[in-house]
């Protein structure tokens, strides 16, 4: 079992040796609905490695470049450990973060501990197994959409359900049981959910997920918990509390970011309706069409956060040992040096080199089921929905602006 040492706690409000921070960190001020706030916007050619306050009191740097930020989360001198002194904190609130303490936020071999388990459940070969039942959930949920007619939120009956159903059905989680899922996970991800409320719906996930376990020691079924729980729970290499950690962390991860890119990506095509028209002819540009708009639209607004735990080199720039670091992704990903016209939607655009999913040892787990997930919902949407518009009053869209995922609240459409 791997340890995990304690960390000596020191002052993590000490100012950067550097000058005054130039700016808050977030900023949710954007010039449209896809593109990053402005004022980061302009540090990424003046200052790619930028001070800026934090909503804790911290001080700490963002990272805006792609390769700053490729080597912030590639380099072990960084650290994904949110126990360490001086990692960054971006509530202003005391809130214990959502994915703390879950093996996301471990390094080197603690970590890998835990990715061995599971790479093998998010291969290629076994994500592409799963297409036909993917595609059946989304068919499902588009019957739901044309039951409710013109006007209908793909949010609510495609964006929140497609990607909670598939998750459900990878742990083995009945079908029945995945509204309520879907609500405890909306509390976990709202920005203004306070301490009380987040651990009241871990609690509940995990509360739900323990009967789950209880039952796969009983019964021999084919699905991820099970497979947890005869490989690992049962041999003793993992406890009961490991696999209820990484399930409900499985649960919420494999949720949120892609029901979001599902609502966002929808209004994005529907307002480049060239892009849109060009999609509709060549439905072979689709995986291209999922990487350009993962890109472009990059969900995680809020960017990776990272401690230094020895001085590192980032874009000129000295990160001192116990320095936090915010590597934005949504930055990364518009980065000219990289990504020709990056401020374009293009989805001819060989954009598969992003950074939406993350980099280095911590990329997401899941980043083949949720490129399946949105190659087969865009495309059943637009083979089912050949007219798709944006509805009647939806010139302005519903943000979530403030949220940790950025996306639409809702987006009615017609046909």
């Known amino acids: ?45 003046r200052c790619p490695v930028a001070p800026a306050k934090l909503p804790s009191g911290q001080t700490s740097w963002l990272v805006t470049s792609f390769e700053g930020v490729r080597t912030v989360l590639s380099d072990p001198r960084f650290s994904s450990d949110m126990s360490r002194p001086g990692f960054p904190n971006l509530y202003a609130k005391p809130v214990d973060p959502v994915l703390k303490g879950t093996f996301i936020r ?26 036909p039942v993917v595609t059946r959930i989304t068919d499902e949920a588009l019957d739901r959409l044309a039951a409710a007619g013109p006007g209908a939120d793909v949010v609510e009956h495609v964006a929140l359900v497609v990607p909670s159903r598939v998750i459900c059905h990878v742990l083995g989680v009945p079908h029945s049981d995945h509204g309520s899922f879907a609500d405890l996970l909306q509390t976990l991800f709202d920005a203004s959910s306070d301490r009380d409320q987040i651990n009241a719906a871990k609690q509940g996930l995990v509360s739900y997920l323990d009967a789950l376990v209880t039952d796969r020691e009983q019964h021999d079924r084919d699905d991820l918990l099970g497979r947890l729980v005869r490989g690992h729970l049962v041999t003793g290499e993992l406890t009961r509390q490991e696999v209820l950690t990484i399930a409900w962390m499985l649960l919420a991860a494999g949720h949120e970011t892609t029901a979001h890119m599902i609502g966002l990506g ?7 309706p060239d892009q849109l028209e060009l999609l509709r002819r060549e439905p072979q540009l689709m995986p291209r069409a999922v990487d350009e708009l993962l890109r472009y639209l990059t969900v995680m607004q809020l960017g990776m956060t990272r401690v230094a735990v020895t001085d590192a080199e980032v874009d000129g720039r000295t990160v001192a040992a116990g320095e936090g670091v915010v590597a934005l992704l949504a930055l990364a990903n518009r980065d000219p040096a990289v990504f020709e016209r990056p401020d374009e939607l ?11 999913f993350g980099y280095g040892p911590h990329q997401c787990l899941g980043h083949t089921l949720a490129r399946l997930e949105l190659e087969v919902v865009f495309g059943r949407l637009l083979e089912r929905f050949p007219a798709l518009r944006l509805a009647a009053g939806e010139a302005d869209l519903e943000l979530r602006r403030e949220a940790i995922v950025y996306g639409v609240s809702r987006l009615a459409v017609d046909w």
């Open 1 to 45: 079992m791997p340890s995990h040492p304690a960390h000596p706690q020191t002052d993590t409000t000490a100012p950067l040796d550097t000058p005054a921070p130039e700016l808050d960190f977030p900023q949710f001020d954007r010039p449209g609905p896809f593109d990053p706030p402005q004022a980061f916007t302009e540090l990424r050619g």
């Open 266 to 272: 929808t209004a994005a095509l529907l307002r480049h």
């Open 346 to 356: 293009d989805i001819r655009r060989d954009a598969r080199r992003h950074l939406a």
């Open 106 to 131: 471990m390094d080197g071999e603690d970590h890998m501990f835990y990715r061995r388990m599971l790479i093998g459940e998010f291969s290629v070969k076994r994500v592409e197994a799963m297409r």
